[in-house]
């Protein structure tokens, strides 16, 4: 029988540590000596220089995984800045250059570990930064909760919060009073006066642990282009006939006035602990379902639920480069913008490098939308299918063997790996994979170069300031 492994702590106890460096995805680092050397402690959102104070979320025999409770003293580089502070927003007092910095060398870090990637000369262009660095996002989802956090006190309190969740819990939210810096100034700087509007109605807050209440979720999308907002507000249905939903309608106009060209109320009854604030049967309460938004001379409508790029401007130099990189290729044939979506990277290759463009996903709503989209920009040299990845070339026989190119931007958990296999069957002799999230592009790196992919060129993309995240775009060729 194994020997028990001792554990240096248990879950839930309370550490006091100095974070002395940073890992891939926001972990900072802090070391505490024991009989046997340093003890490793990984604590999320924090940065080299804190004394924090962070709890055991699980322990093994050679490092802890923590949460942060509170920062006790800051890193020396911290500036104050006019925003407020948010839990989604770790480096937000930490200037952009050395945020920067941090990213590029956890993240090459990365592709050394998993994508077994030993020399990155000659492969590595750079990590190119966000035109925008303050206000960049263009949509934000702020949650109700019965049990707010204050601060002041760095207690929990019984009530009626709007804001964000409370870093390490799924229960307890942070009233967002004023601009966090993040989204938009004019909309996160009244959000308090809708709070109490929806306080005063008498319907309470989602109460997480007991699974009940009424007010869920606050969501707007913005149009950069057309300066307009897109609300939706979600709730359960309980007692729903006695609300004055055109009394929530009049004080959105009021607060934004003609900035607002549609609101949505969502009915979500899903008393699960995970729900998702796109989630929901929805109805259109005033003006329209959609609005514009524009990349590169290119018009786009977006409904509250379709993805898109969260920092467009940014966005913009990371498909200029997926352009460039698409248009120049001996290759001939059609370039398949998979996963597609509503056909943003679709059209874009197809006005910027004037070859025929074939875009795949296997949402028909989103193809819909991709078609729609590509009428209004008078767009022909494009056409999208709603299909399976594994089922295109069956399905679709005439493509087999004229696919020149294959421009990748999967969701952050990556691609799987029995849909990796089928993308390489297609026989492209060159795939441009977008990943906002390194780590699984790394990982799916070694599958590729089992199957004779090269990596040719690999940059970085700021798209998420002031968070850990950062995009990556890497360039392959088979062999």
Same mark, same amino acid.
């Given at each position: 029988?194994?020997?028990?492994?001792?554990?240096?702590?248990?879950?839930?106890?309370?550490?006091?540590?100095?974070?002395?460096?940073?890992?891939?995805?926001?972990?900072?680092?802090?070391?505490?000596?024991?009989?046997?050397?340093?003890?490793?402690?990984?604590?999320?959102?924090?940065?080299?220089?804190?004394?924090?104070?962070?709890?055991?979320?699980?322990?093994?025999?050679?490092?802890?995984?923590?949460?942060?409770?509170?920062?006790?003293?800051?890193?020396?580089?911290?500036?104050?800045?006019?925003?407020?502070?948010?839990?989604?927003?770790?480096?937000?007092?930490?200037?952009?250059?050395?945020?920067?910095?941090?990213?590029?060398?956890?993240?090459?870090?990365?592709?050394?570990?998993?994508?077994?990637?030993?020399?990155?000369?000659?492969?590595?262009?750079?990590?190119?930064?966000?035109?925008?660095?303050?206000?960049?996002?263009?949509?934000?989802?702020?949650?109700?909760?019965?049990?707010?956090?204050?601060?002041?006190?760095?207690?929990?309190?019984?009530?009626?919060?709007?804001?964000?969740?409370?870093?390490?819990?799924?229960?307890?939210?942070?009233?967002?009073?004023?601009?966090?810096?993040?989204?938009?100034?004019?909309?996160?700087?009244?959000?308090?006066?809708?709070?109490?509007?929806?306080?005063?109605?008498?319907?309470?807050?989602?109460?997480?642990?007991?699974?009940?209440?009424?007010?869920?979720?606050?969501? =707007?999308?913005?149009?950069?282009?057309?300066? !307009?907002?897109? +609300? @939706?507000?979600?709730?359960? #249905?309980?007692?729903? *006939? &006695? %609300?004055?939903?055109?009394?929530?309608?009049?004080?959105?106009?009021?607060?934004?006035?003609?900035?607002?060209?549609?609101?949505?109320?969502?009915?979500?009854?899903?008393?699960?602990?995970?729900?998702?604030?796109?989630?929901?049967?929805?109805? =259109?309460?005033?003006?329209?379902?959609?609005? !514009?938004?524009? +990349? @590169?001379?290119?018009?786009? #409508?977006?409904?509250? *639920? &379709? %993805?898109?790029?969260?920092?467009?401007?940014?966005?913009?130099?990371?498909?200029?480069?997926?352009?460039?990189?698409?248009?120049?290729?001996?290759?001939?044939?059609?370039?398949?913008?998979?996963?597609?979506?509503?056909?943003?990277?679709?059209?874009?290759?197809?006005?910027?490098?004037?070859?025929?463009?074939?875009?795949?996903?296997?949402?028909? #709503?989103?193809?819909?939308?991709?078609?729609?989209?590509?009428?209004?920009?008078?767009?022909?040299?494009?056409?999208?299918?709603?299909?399976?990845?594994?089922?295109?070339?069956?399905?679709?026989?005439?493509?087999?063997?004229?696919?020149?190119?294959?421009?990748?931007?999967?969701?952050?958990?990556?691609?799987?790996?029995?849909?990796?296999?089928?993308?390489?069957?297609?026989?492209?002799?060159?795939?441009?994979?977008?990943?906002?999230?390194?780590?699984?592009?790394?990982?799916?790196?070694?599958?590729?170069?089992?199957?004779?992919?090269?990596?040719?060129?690999?940059?970085?993309?700021?798209?998420?300031?002031?968070?850990?995240?950062?995009?990556?775009?890497?360039?392959?060729?088979?062999?």
């Amino acid at each position: 029988m194994a020997a028990k492994v001792k554990r240096e702590f248990k879950r839930g106890e309370v550490l006091t540590v100095r974070i002395v460096d940073v890992a891939f995805g926001g972990k900072g680092v802090a070391k505490i000596p024991t009989e046997k050397g340093d003890f490793t402690v990984f604590v999320m959102n924090t940065l080299p220089g804190q004394l924090v104070q962070a709890r055991v979320d699980s322990c093994k025999s050679r490092y802890a995984e923590c949460k942060l409770d509170k920062v006790l003293e800051p890193a020396p580089e911290e500036v104050v800045n006019d925003f407020q502070a948010i839990p989604g927003a770790p480096y937000a007092r930490l200037p952009i250059e050395i945020q920067l910095k941090y990213k590029e060398r956890t993240a090459l870090d990365v592709y050394r570990k998993i994508g077994l990637i030993e020399n990155l000369d000659g492969v590595y262009s750079g990590l190119m930064a966000s035109p925008e660095v303050w206000h960049y996002r263009n949509k934000m989802e702020y949650s109700f909760s019965a049990i707010g956090f204050d601060h002041a006190k760095q207690e929990e309190f019984d009530g009626f919060a709007l804001g964000f969740k409370h870093r390490g819990t799924w229960w307890v939210v942070e009233n967002l009073d004023a601009d966090s810096g993040l989204f938009d100034a004019e909309v996160e700087g009244k959000l308090k006066l809708l709070r109490e509007w929806c306080e005063k109605t008498g319907f309470p807050a989602w109460h997480p642990p007991k699974r009940e209440g009424f007010f869920r979720f606050f969501v =707007v999308r913005k149009s950069f282009a057309a300066n !307009k907002l897109l +609300i @939706n507000l979600v709730t359960t #249905s309980d007692n729903l *006939s &006695s %609300f004055d939903r055109q009394g929530f309608v009049d004080k959105c106009l009021e607060l934004w006035g003609d900035r607002v060209q549609g609101i949505l109320h969502t009915i979500n009854d899903d008393r699960g602990e995970r729900v998702e604030a796109r989630e929901g049967n929805s109805k =259109v309460v005033y003006g329209e379902l959609k609005i !514009k938004e524009r +990349i @590169n001379d290119l018009d786009f #409508s977006i409904s509250m *639920s &379709s %993805f898109f790029q969260t920092n467009p401007k940014s966005a913009e130099k990371l498909y200029d480069l997926a352009v460039s990189w698409a248009g120049d290729t001996a290759h001939e044939g059609y370039l398949m913008d998979l996963f597609c979506g509503t056909g943003t990277i679709g059209q874009l290759l197809a006005r910027g490098t004037g070859r025929n463009i074939i875009g795949v996903d296997i949402v028909e #709503s989103a193809i819909e939308d991709a078609k729609q989209n590509a009428r209004e920009n008078g767009v022909e040299n494009v056409s999208f299918h709603a299909a399976d990845v594994g089922k295109f070339l069956v399905e679709f026989p005439e493509y087999a063997g004229k696919i020149a190119t294959i421009v990748l931007d999967p969701p952050r958990g990556g691609i799987a790996p029995k849909s990796l296999k089928k993308i390489i069957a297609l026989g492209a002799p060159r795939i441009i994979y977008v990943s906002c999230n390194p780590a699984t592009q790394a990982r799916d790196i070694l599958t590729l170069r089992e199957d004779g992919y090269e990596l040719l060129n690999l940059k970085l993309v700021d798209q998420f300031p002031h968070t850990s995240h950062v995009e990556a775009v890497a360039l392959f060729e088979k062999k």
